[in-house]
């Protein structure tokens, strides 16, 4: 009797917290318009540029370097360096 009624606790939970979560994420939350702005002073716009694209193309992995499996295509944030005058 109490396995039926742990179990329904358990997906109550679980449906509620994914509820929550995507109450807090909302539909903007991964779109395309998400970008990330680093700004620099404007002679080193070109060092900040080839440093992301050094990262970028570096593999995705988890702390133990195992690959994960995300593309560009994925809705990620996108990064860029921003020129300001100081």
């Keep these: 009797m ?4 742990m179990f329904a606790f358990a997906a109550t939970l679980a449906t509620t917290a994914v509820a929550a979560t995507t109450q ?3 539909p903007e939350m991964g ?3 998400d970008v990330i702005t680093i700004e620099v002073a404007p002679e080193e716009l070109a060092r900040c540029q080839e440093t992301l694209a050094q990262v970028a ?3 995705v992995t988890t702390d133990r370097g195992t690959p994960l499996p995300v593309s560009a295509d994925d809705d990620l944030p996108r990064v860029a360096c921003v020129a300001v005058e100081a």
């Design 24 to 26: 807090v994420i909302g």
């Design 2 to 5: 109490k396995q039926p009624l």
């Design 31 to 33: 779109s395309s318009a």
């Design 57 to 59: 193309s570096m593999p």
